[in-house]
T-cell receptor
Framework: NAGVTQTPKFQVLKTGQSMTLQCAQD?????MSWYRQDPGMGLRLIHY???????DQGEVPNGYNVSRSTTEDFPLRLLSAAPSQTSVYFC????????????FGQGTRLTVV | AQKVTQAQTEISVVEKEDVTLDCVYE???????LFWYKQPPSGELVFLIR??????QNEISGRYSWNFQKSTSSFNFTITASQVVDSAVYFC??????????????FGKGTKLSVKP
């Protein structure tokens, strides 16, 4: 049982490049979300999904795009990378909306130069 | 609006000391959930405990204990006889129990705990 798998673990991008962070879960969880972690800021929600075909914006959505075509996958797209997007990104999945705990991927450390 | 405040940015203790990490939350919901997560230096996020708004019982798990008080909107975490392996960043988080944003965690900014040998 792999849980939540995030790839890649590390990435360096040049300003203006685009890329996709992959996230997959094998627990048949309904909810998936993306957070970014910046020093002294905790984790902030970027986008989330409450089921296949349904996504919505979180606290810091600008510059990011998501889609959820299957229950298992929830990729995060950076449209045109900016240095302000240098961060550690975490994907999470939650079974349902009844307060069950979130399972997190290992994180992706992204640097935009 | 919902908010989680962890006022202690960094705490440093000597091994075997007891330490309490504070968490204060704000919400107007009557149903909500509170969590603690640990982030060791390796970077992963480890779930420690969940508490729902209707259960104010304190919880003890080995050297860890949690004190949930609705009257003060606090969910504090105590480590007894701290060990070097407890060194990590600890996050308190809030999840509302209903509405469209169910499943989304609102995190505090974290408390970095350093336990010195």
């Amino acid at each position: 049982n792999a849980g939540v798998t995030q790839t890649p673990k590390f990435q360096v991008l040049k300003t203006g490049q685009s890329m996709t962070l992959q996230c997959a879960q094998d627990m048949n969880h309904e909810y998936m979300s993306w957070y970014r972690q910046d020093p002294g800021m905790g984790l902030r929600l970027i986008h989330y999904s409450v089921g296949a075909g349904i996504t919505d914006q979180g606290e810091v959505p600008n510059g990011y795009n998501v889609s959820r075509s299957t229950t298992e996958d929830f990729p995060l797209r950076l449209l045109s990378a900016a240095p302000s997007q240098t961060s550690v990104y975490f994907c999470a999945s939650i079974l349902d909306g009844m307060g069950t705990e979130a399972f997190f991927g290992q994180g992706t450390r992204l640097t935009v130069v | 609006a919902q908010k989680v405040t962890q006022a202690q940015t960094e705490i440093s203790v000597v091994e075997k000391e007891d330490v309490t990490l504070d968490c204060v939350y704000e919400t107007r919901d009557t149903t909500y959930y509170l969590f603690w997560y640990k982030q060791p230096p390796s970077g992963e996020l480890v779930f420690l405990i969940r508490r729902n708004s209707f259960d104010e019982q304190n919880e003890i798990s080995g050297r860890y204990s949690w004190n949930f008080q609705k009257s003060t909107s606090s969910f504090n975490f105590t480590i007894t006889a701290s060990q070097v392996v407890d060194s990590a960043v600890y996050f308190c988080a809030l999840n509302r129990g209903y509405g469209g944003s169910q499943g989304n965690l609102i995190f505090g900014k974290g408390t970095k705990l350093s336990v010195k040998p």
